[in-house]
C-alpha cells in the first residue's frame, strides 16, 4: 500500500536480484551464459532444488489463501514471481534472530535462517574478516565497528566464513582467494563395483535375474545414499 509505513523502505528495494534464481533471459545475454557454466556443477543442483522449493512453498499456500481471503491476498499481487522475490530479498538482506535479543552478539550477519529485515544496514557489503558487533537494547539495534574506520571508508558488515558456493547462491556474488572457499562433493557406493560383479556373473544368470538384480543393488544403494546419520 502506497500508505504503508514499510511503503518506502520496500520501494527501495531491488526488483530482481543477481543469485543464480534469476539468472535467465529476463536479465540479459550475460545471466543466460553465467547459468550455462552452472550445467552439471553442485551449485547447479541447488539452485534448482531452491527454485522447486520455492515453487512447492508457493503452490502450498497462495492458492488457497487468494481463493478464501481475496481481500487480504490477492491472487494479481502474490504470484509466484513475488514470492520468489521475496525469498530473495529475506535470504540476502535478512538477519538472524539472535541479534534481535538482549545484549551483544559477534558477526551477527545475514544467515539462510534470518529472524528479520533490518532497513537501512542491510545496505552493507560484505568482507571477510570485518570485525563487527551487533548490540542491542530496549528501543535499538546498534552495530558497532570494533575496529577503526576511517573518514571516506566504506563501512562493511561481515556475512561470516562462507565460501563462493554459498556466497554466490544467497547473494550472486564471489569473492577472489577467498579463504573459506570449498567444493561440496558426495561420496556413496561406487555403482561400478556393482556393474562388475553383474558382468562377471553373467555367464551364469538368465537376462531377467540380471535386470532383476541391477535394479534391486541400485535401488540399496540410493537408500542407504539418502539414509540420514
Known sequence: SPDSFWGPYLRSLPQKYDDPLWWGPEIGESSVKARALLESTPLA???EAEALKIEQW??????????NAPDVFPAEIY???QFRWAHSTFLSRGFPSEV???GEVKDATPSSVCGGLVPGLDVLN???GQKVSW??????LHLRMDETVEQGQEVFNNYGAKSNFELLKAY???IEDNSFDMVPIK????RSQHQFFLQASSPHLSQDLLDALQSQLLSGEDKAQSKPT
Not at 58 to 67: G, I, L, M, N, V
Not at 135 to 140: G, L, R
Open 45 to 47: 543442483a541447488a539452485v
Open 58 to 67: 508457493f503452490r502450498s499456500a497462495f492458492p488457497f489463501a487468494s481463493k
Open 79 to 81: 504470484t509466484l514471481e
Open 100 to 102: 534481535c535479543g538482549e
Open 126 to 128: 560484505h568482507r571477510h
Open 135 to 140: 548490540v542491542t537494547d530496549e528501543s535499538a
Open 172 to 174: 550472486g556474488f564471489v
Open 187 to 190: 561420496f556413496g557406493p561406487a
